[in-house]
């Protein structure tokens, strides 16, 4: 149980456009759901906090116009990086925690963003 | 505020080894701690975790790893490394209020020569 799926996997995008990422718990609902950003060969930097039906909570230095992060229902969590630009090309981790065990968070697999 | 510090950003070690990858915190309060590891390209997965209790936490895949509070530390170990456990391992705290944040330490990749 505790499943995490993220989608896309991998996209590629031009600059100037903006790309959607979405976070789903398969098998739960998720309490809160989290987003975080990787860069190549280094740790997981928190972007954001976000639950259903509320507004997210940035992380300091986040920009909330840009990384712009909806939470429509428990089990549903979706991340816009509008008018990306090539330093946006990241690695981008979503998790959620569920009311039983908020001290846990699941894990999705990723989504690997490239900006040309 | 809290931190985490991982020594060694890369452990090499040989199959069949013990393996021990080292973790310290910075916290007013003893925090949850835990130990997620990444596959390459892949999200992460929950090791371990130790929020209250018997401070010697077993996890997955015959890791375990021990709170010592008196030394701020949560170290990994296993006793016999297995050419599967190579990956990235990262810890991480969070805080015992509502938020439920996780900070995570830089990392330590993890070698494993057959």
């Known amino acids: 149980g505790a499943v995490v799926s993220q989608h896309p996997s991998r996209v590629i995008c031009k600059s100037g456009t903006s790309v959607k990422i979405e976070c789903r718990s398969l098998d739960f609902q998720a309490t809160t759901m989290f987003w975080y950003r990787q860069f190549p060969k280094q740790s997981l930097m928190l972007m954001a906090t976000?639950?259903?039906?509320?507004?997210?909570?940035?992380e300091q230095g986040v920009e909330k116009d840009k990384f712009l992060i909806n939470h429509a229902s428990l089990t549903l969590s979706t991340l816009t990086v509008t008018s990306a630009h090539p330093e946006d090309s990241s690695f981008y981790i979503c998790?959620?925690?569920?009311?039983?065990?908020?001290?846990?968070?699941?894990f999705g697999p990723g989504t690997r963003l490239t900006v040309l | 505020a809290q931190s985490v510090t991982q020594l060694g950003s890369h452990v090499s070690v040989s199959e069949g080894a013990l393996v021990l990858l080292r973790c310290n915190y910075s916290?007013?309060?003893?925090?949850?701690l835990f130990w997620y590891v990444q596959y390459p390209n892949q999200g992460l997965q929950l090791l371990l975790k130790?929020?209250?209790?018997?401070?010697l936490v077993k996890g997955i895949n015959g890791f375990e790893a021990e709170f010592k509070k008196s030394e701020t530390s949560f170290h990994l170990t296993k006793p016999s490394a297995h050419m599967s456990d190579a990956a990235e391992y990262f810890c991480a705290v969070s805080g015992r209020d509502s938020s439920y944040k996780l900070i995570f330490g830089s990392g330590t990749r993890l070698l494993v020569r057959p």
């Open positions: 916290s007013s309060v003893p925090p949850y």
């Open positions: 998790s959620a925690d569920r009311l039983q065990t908020r001290d846990t968070q699941y």
């Open positions: 130790y929020t209250t209790g018997a401070t």
């Open positions: 976000s639950n259903e039906g509320s507004k997210a909570t940035y």
